[in-house]
């Protein structure tokens, strides 16, 4: 009995009413709008024994018995009588949406992060695959009872023979174009086959859409020697992996370092253990650049985002969730990947605040990863040049297991960093706000075939209106900020 349930039905059961409710199987219903639940419901004898966990169930609510969809939480034995109990109506799925360990996660969020079930349900579980997008519905055949009866099928026409046959070898059902083309027959033979009884049909839903990615072979790429350090990482994590138990790793590597190749290494002999790997990175526009590096290694790799249309992204969790992906990227999201055989998980540059959700339910990917990678019995490994302050403090006394990069690949050395004070430098105006020093740089760097990257850290054409010969800024008269500079309309704004 739910809490809210729990208030209203305070009296005592007589023995005979308490002996049916221990008999009456029930599921609890969690919504994601108000209210939130959760709420008890019978569960009718044609549901029984096919109701599970993340799966939505519409049922009646409120006194008018409004349907509204639900997800399932949990089955059980009811502790009222059935006929105070509600009975589900309906059923949206017929089977789970998320395997068990990510229901435990679900339940871990609403609890820490003080959040309905049902709306982290509607966070987990993506838009694309609670809608079904991209699957279209399919008539399949399958052969009925009376394909068993040998003498009956002897005396069928020989193509009706032949086509049923064909769809007894294939072992499963198949399309009806399937069968015509194995069978190399019209679809009149199969429509008297199905009229006589010999042949099922049934509909199904199933997968509309392709990837592109999934049409590409790329060319492997064998993995590089490694130094000194990343031997000793990898042999760090090859340890946690071979332990079977829980264990988070900090691999504290400066810029170069060669985290990466760490990574993937680690991953391949994840991945020889017939396991998957959920790599988070920061920022939505840095997965295309890490799927590339891990393509050119991994047969599979599976890529999670919220800016992928509803199609593909159903598409990519159907393939994780059949344990077709080896390994699977993306941002924060990617942390919820129904991943049926995770064997680690890769959270690099742990201390980007992008791992942060902003919107309900806010939860910080590096903890959820942490509870994750506990429920699954799996290494969390946690890249960064520079952690977090609670990362690093948790590894420097021992709650984490701490491994250094200090040296990058081959001993090279860091960039050349040069602060140019724009009040001693000159400034082109011909060219902007730009300092001659800086100017010179991006002439010798094309000259040479390079590239330049300027990185404008807010909008406007300027971002502050400066003095050449004293240095004074114009700034705000309200709140002392520096005033951006807009080319349209010549405006100065805060």
């Not at 809210?4 to 059961?13: V, Y």
């Not at 027959?185 to 009884?197: E, N, P, Q, T, Y």
């Not at 946690?240 to 138990?245: I, R, T």
Request: glycine content about 6%; proline content about 7%; aromatic content about 6%.
């Amino acid at each position: 009995m739910s809490f809210q349930q729990g208030e209203l039905f305070q009296t005592d059961l007589p023995p005979w009413e308490l002996d049916a409710a221990n008999e009456t199987p029930c599921v609890t219903v969690a919504f994601p709008e108000a209210p939130f639940g959760p709420y008890d419901y019978r569960i009718p004898s044609e549901f029984a024994g096919i109701i599970q966990p993340a799966m939505r169930l519409v049922v009646p609510l409120g006194k008018g018995n409004r349907e509204v969809v639900g997800y399932s939480i949990s089955v059980q034995t009811a502790s009222q009588p059935a006929s105070s109990l509600k009975p589900v109506l309906k059923l949206v799925d017929h089977e789970p949406l998320c395997k068990a360990q990510l229901v435990q996660l679900i339940h871990w969020m609403s609890r820490y992060y003080l959040v309905p079930l049902g709306q982290v349900f509607e966070a987990v579980i993506p838009a694309g695959v609670r809608a079904g997008a991209g699957t279209r519905n399919q008539m399949l055949l399958r052969p009925s009872e009376s394909a068993g009866d040998e003498a009956a099928v002897r005396s069928l026409p020989t193509k009706q023979r032949q086509a049923l046959q064909q769809l007894i070898l294939a072992d499963e059902p198949l399309s009806l174009d399937q069968l015509r083309h194995l069978a190399q027959c019209s679809d009149a033979v199969i429509k008297k086959l199905r009229d006589s009884g010999f042949i099922e049909s049934y509909s199904e839903r199933v997968m509309n859409f392709e990837a592109e990615s999934a049409k590409n072979i790329f060319e492997r790429i064998p993995a590089p020697a490694l130094s000194a350090d990343q031997r000793i990482a990898l042999k760090t994590i090859f340890q946690a992996l071979d332990s079977g138990e829980h264990s988070t790793i900090l691999l504290h590597g400066v810029t170069g370092s060669g985290k990466t190749e760490v990574y993937m290494q680690a991953i391949e002999q994840v991945v020889s253990y017939g396991r998957q790997a959920i790599v988070l990175v920061p920022e939505i526009s840095l997965t295309p650049q890490t799927r590339g590096r891990f393509q050119h290694r991994f047969q599979s790799v599976s890529v999670l985002h919220s800016n992928m249309s509803g199609p593909e992204r159903h598409y990519q969790w159907r393939r994780i969730a059949e344990g077709q992906a080896q390994v699977i990227i993306g941002p924060r999201s990617a942390i919820f990947a129904p991943t049926p055989y995770a064997g680690i998980i890769i959270l690099d540059e742990e201390h980007e605040n992008t791992f942060k959700q902003e919107t309900i339910p806010r939860y910080h990917a590096r903890d959820v990863a942490i509870h994750r990678a506990s429920i699954e019995h799996i290494p969390l490994v946690l890249g960064s040049a520079t952690p977090s302050l609670e990362t690093y403090h948790r590894a420097s006394i021992g709650r984490y297991k701490y491994v250094a990069l200090p040296r990058r690949v081959m001993n090279r050395p860091l960039p050349e960093v040069t602060t140019v004070d724009l009040r001693s430098s000159r400034i082109d105006v011909n060219r902007g706000a730009i300092s001659y020093p800086l100017v010179k740089a991006i002439d010798r760097t094309l000259a040479e075939g390079g590239q330049t990257i300027l990185l404008l850290n807010r909008r406007g054409y300027a971002t502050s209106i400066q003095c050449p010969s004293c240095g004074y800024v114009v700034t705000c008269p309200d709140c002392d900020l520096p005033l951006t500079h807009h080319r349209d309309g010549s405006k100065a704004t805060c």
